[in-house]
């Protein structure tokens, strides 16, 4: 698994900066105003830092932009990195100065100065979330990169213990976004149900409690619709849960539900070659949930918090769903499988079903790589949001919108639930390419029992994407971690 950045708080020693390995962060203002770590650094740099902000014009800087200062002389350091950051800076300004120093990073140890920061985590955790690398596969990587020295983040600062208890839920918040990027990154020889079932069953150690509904299970519970998707591949079908009780034991908790198909060949509707190794995304969903978890139970939320994941994988055999089969879900409702790519659905169907008859929740959010129209409609700048009920998807797009991951509300309605009407069952999968996000939250609507809020998140667009983005290399970004932590914070904790 890759593990966050090793993070020291320490007092501030100005005496170490002359020899200090790797890079050193100052923090200066747009003012220019030098602080008494910075005043050091231009004393040993002698005067470089002093010009630098001279002919910098930093006012036309934006907070948190970086200018390095390359082997500077006077310093056993590699690189100054001069971070432009006003004392008021808003909690995404200084996790954009953090992600600045992440990327430039690059393995060494990384000395801030944070005598002056007012938000020492944003900083920490914008550094740590951007220096994630997915080198499992790497041999080279391991022996090449990091040799004695971790590469760890220090920061000085006047008050290190009290820093280091305010840094502690944002660092579980790092632990689940990473573990959700490895799930989403890992490919799918390695990643099969069963793998991730693991990983989902280790989380125990956690205080989590797992269960894992087998195959068998599932055929009890009439669960046809999940099990029409996984009957052509070798590797098993699995329904785990994760429940989280740090909330009040009478108190319903929130479900989340997420698809995890390990990998999405389209199955029989087979897709084409082009692209297809990008499907080993498609568990996105589930690993999202799983990251969510992970960190509610390592910051010890004071919430209750059910998380379900369909784990399965979508595979052509002669033992494979074809399309035209009429399978029966855990509901009751029949559905005609006109496409056996549009499996998502098939799976988050009866997750969410179970998720209702077993733990009665007071709200349910699913996510899922669900349609490629989401990318086609929103690109990989937002995810799609659709529900039933307005407290909970607002309350979903605020939290949204103050981590800085992009969500955008789509409609539902009657004309589009029409659209899936099937001529023989009482529903079909695919409603053709019109509207195709809202389609399939149209069918997953139908499992969402009265009065019940729902809030949708197709998240296709931004589980993983080919470019950096703000907090992670390309690959898996570990869109959802942070809002849903966010809105469990926001919905139960604020008292
Ligand atoms: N997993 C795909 C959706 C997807 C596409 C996710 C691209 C990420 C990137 C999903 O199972 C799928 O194949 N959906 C079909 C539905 C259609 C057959 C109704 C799609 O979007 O084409
Ligand atoms: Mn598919
Ligand atoms: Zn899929």
Request: with cysteine; hydrophobic share 45%.
């Amino acid at each position: 698994m890759t593990r966050p950045l090793p993070v020291v708080f320490a007092e501030t020693d100005l005496d170490v900066l002359a020899t200090a390995p790797g890079r050193i962060a100052v923090i200066i203002p747009p003012e220019g105003k030098l602080d008494a770590g910075a005043r050091r650094i231009n004393r040993l740099t002698r005067g470089t830092l002093a010009r630098l902000i001279e002919a910098a014009a930093l006012g036309e800087k934006k907070p948190g932009d970086v200018i390095t200062i390359n082997w500077p002389t006077g310093m056993a350091a590699e690189a100054v990195d001069v971070v432009i950051l006003p004392r008021s800076a808003s909690p995404a300004e200084s996790r954009r100065a953090g992600v600045a120093l992440g990327r430039l990073k690059n393995g060494k140890p990384l000395l801030i100065l944070g005598a002056s920061l007012r938000r020492p985590v944003d900083v920490i955790l914008g550094a740590v979330l951007r220096a994630y690398e997915f080198t499992t596969h790497k041999t080279k990587a391991k022996t090449d990169k990091t040799p004695e020295e971790p590469g760890a983040i220090t920061l000085m600062s006047g008050k290190p213990d009290e820093i280091e208890s305010e840094a502690a839920p944002a660092l579980a918040v790092a632990e689940g976004v990473f573990f959700t990027r490895d799930l989403v990154n890992e490919p799918a020889n390695h990643l099969t149900t069963t793998e991730f079932a693991n990983r989902i069953t280790a989380m125990q150690d956690l205080g989590l409690k797992i269960t894992v509904l087998e195959e068998s299970d599932m055929e009890k519970f009439g669960m046809g619709a999940i099990l029409s998707v996984g009957q052509g591949s070798a590797s098993p079908s699995k329904l785990a849960v994760m429940e989280w009780q740090g909330g009040a034991a009478d108190e319903a908790p929130l479900a989340l539900i997420g698809k995890g198909v390990v990998f999405d060949t389209g199955g029989i509707s087979i897709k084409p070659a082009a692209g297809m190794e990008e499907m080993t995304m498609d568990m996105g969903g589930a690993g999202v949930v799983a990251g969510v978890m992970r960190t509610l139970a390592l910051r010890k939320a004071r919430a209750n918090v059910v998380g379900l994941v369909g784990l399965v994988e979508n595979m052509p055999s002669d033992r494979a769903t074809r399309p035209g089969d009429v399978v029966t879900s855990m509901k009751g409702d029949t559905i005609e499988v006109i496409n056996t790519d549009a499996e998502g659905r098939l799976v988050l169907a009866d997750v969410m079903w179970y998720a209702q008859e077993t733990y009665k929740p007071r709200g349910m959010v699913d996510l899922a790589t669900l349609t490629g129209a989401c990318i086609v409609a929103l690109g990989h700048e937002n995810a799609a949001v659709l529900s039933n009920n307005d407290g909970l998807c607002n309350a979903v797009l605020r939290a949204a919108k103050v981590e800085g991951e992009g969500a955008w509300r789509l409609p539902l309605g009657q004309g589009y639930a029409d659209i899936m009407k099937s001529q023989i069952a009482d529903v079909k999968n695919s409603g053709g390419r019109p509207a195709g996000t809202i389609t399939a939250a149209e069918f997953l609507h139908r499992f969402v029992q009265d009065g019940m809020p729902w809030v949708h998140l197709d998240i296709a667009g931004v589980a993983s994407v080919k470019a950096d983005t703000t907090y992670a290399p390309k690959g898996a970004t570990g869109w959802g971690v942070m809002a849903l932590n966010r809105l469990v914070a926001d919905l139960f904790e604020q008292s």
